[in-house]
């Protein structure tokens, strides 16, 4: 096998599983630690209000106090720090902080001139007001990021789903995001299978249109199972006395401990209103 192929195997091989690590994590939601142990209505409520707190301050160091007791509560709920990084520092917030960095040079943030760069006959100028909005937005998006993966990392699915239903959330939309969070993972699982079937019968080296009405048809077959899958599925669940409301034996029963974690929450809402 070529050095290529290799390389294609293998990040599609990593891009899979890390896409099957990132979304499917129901086994931290299982762990006994100090998130996973809060009634869901509360901590959705608490998370909430993290959020909204976040998004109001114009404060970086509030901003920052919020991430280190976003990262405690990860600690605290045994979430491997490794793996809750990369989950929340990859994509949306390295790619906001790429739209956001134009905004530090003075053609977009005029300000106090920082630093300056001549680059192509071209002299760009670097403001103070531009480094601190940027900052402030990367941290914005950064601790909003974590709390929100905290949040689904340290709930169970289906908890999360009637949780959503509580706070009145329509029916359609519930339901159309547990089927989508079931469906990626049967996806994910059929181009795993299907790359591995391909690799089993022709070998790693074929001809690029070979390749290409390989592709095409996968293509056009796994429309078609996606077609019947949905029916079948549909079917089963009629069948089993579905209704359009997800039910689950668990009933929530909020404790001392979570009417405390509100407290405190709300506490630490209402110094940022007063601080703003």
Known sequence: MSKGNLFIERSLAGALSFLKESIF?????????????????????????????????????????????CLILAYRSD?????????TWIFIPIFSLFIALPAIFSIFTPGEAVFTINAIGAKLIITRQGLLGVSLFAARVITSVSFAV???????????????????????????????????YLFLE?????????????????HYKKGQRIAAWNMS????????????????????????????????????????????????????????
């Open 190 to 206: 059929v181009i795993e299978n299907t790359y591995l079937a391909v690799k089993s019968r022709v070998g790693a080296r074929i």
């Open 221 to 276: 077959a796994l429309w078609q199972r996606s077609y019947y899958l949905n029916e079948a599925l549909y079917s089963a669940m009629l069948s089993r006395g579905y209704a359009g409301e997800p039910r689950t034996a668990d009933c929530f029963k909020a404790k001392p401990r979570d009417w405390a974690w509100l407290f405190l929450a709300m506490a630490i809402f209402t110094a940022t209103l007063l601080a703003r």
């Open 25 to 69: 994590a129901d086994e931290y939601a299982a762990k006994k630690g100090f998130l996973q142990s809060l009634d869901p209505r509360v901590k959705a409520i608490t998370f909430i209000l993290f959020i909204i707190a976040i998004l109001l301050t114009k404060h970086i160091a509030f901003i920052a106090f919020l991430y280190a007791l």
């Open 150 to 184: 905290l949040l689904s990392i340290t709930t169970k699915h289906f908890m999360l789903l009637k949780v959503l239903r509580i706070f009145g959330v329509p029916q359609v939309f519930v339901m159309t995001f547990g089927m989508c969070y079931r469906y990626i």
């Open 79 to 87: 979430i491997p720090m490794g793996f809750f990084l990369k989950r």
